[in-house]
């Protein structure tokens, strides 16, 4: 029976899906195709039809993943945003959580397509949150960026850490709160000081 285009489409988005989930849970490594293939509902023959190569299906994943994140992130209060991001129901959510989180450690190992669709990544997190409701020269969005940059990293580090520890480790929970805290009070007070300074 032949397979419509709109069904090589739905077949292709699932297995992009249930790739993602499983690249964020277990690492690039620690999935071959043949069982993200099967997870998806799929033969492993059939991979090939969609994708010339896993860093291939790697690659679209990322950016699939990247950008779900930043479209539901976009235009969200930026405290908001690390409140969830630092709560442990993110850090416990490893499949459905950010990719830069899960990722990050085994896109630095892979191949300069893989890294762009992180750099891209980045600046498209970064992007999410700029905020342009105040007049802005040079020098203010230079340090609206770096601002921005320490936050993502401070963040994007922090869950990393947490989930580097056992699930039940009290230094698990204590990581999270810590920088959650020292960012959030870093926030305030970036706020403060611009309602100084339009004085």
């Known amino acids: 029976m032949k397979v419509t285009k709109a069904q090589a489409q739905d077949n292709r988005a699932r297995i992009v899906d249930t790739a993602a989930a499983l690249f964020r849970e277990r690492g690039y490594d620690g999935v071959g195709v043949a069982e993200l293939m099967a997870a998806a509902g799929f033969t492993h023959g059939g991979f090939y039809k969609h994708f010339r190569s896993?860093?291939?299906?790697?690659?679209?994943?990322?950016?699939?993943g990247i950008s779900q994140r930043v479209a539901n992130s976009g235009g969200a209060d930026l405290a908001e945003f690390i409140q969830h991001y630092l709560s442990r129901e993110h850090r416990d959510q490893r499949g459905a959580?950010?990719?830069m989180a899960a990722l990050s450690g085994d896109a630095a190992r892979q191949s300069n397509e893989i890294k762009a669709t992180f750099a891209d990544g980045i600046e498209s997190s970064?992007?999410?949150?700029?905020?342009?409701?105040?007049?802005?020269?040079?020098?203010n969005r230079n340090?609206?960026?770096?601002?921005?940059?320490?936050?993502?990293?401070h963040a994007v580090g922090a869950l990393v850490l947490s989930r580097a520890c056992p699930d039940d480790s009290a230094l698990a929970d204590e990581i999270l709160e810590v920088c959650r805290t020292q960012i959030l009070a870093s926030l305030l007070q970036k706020e403060a000081d611009d309602d100084t300074a339009c004085r």
């Open 54 to 64: 896993k860093a291939d299906l790697m690659a679209e994943t990322a950016a699939s």
């Open 143 to 153: 340090e609206v960026r770096a601002k921005m940059i320490d936050t993502f990293a």
């Open 126 to 139: 970064l992007a999410a949150f700029k905020r342009e409701d105040k007049p802005v020269d040079e020098l």
């Open 97 to 99: 959580g950010c990719t």
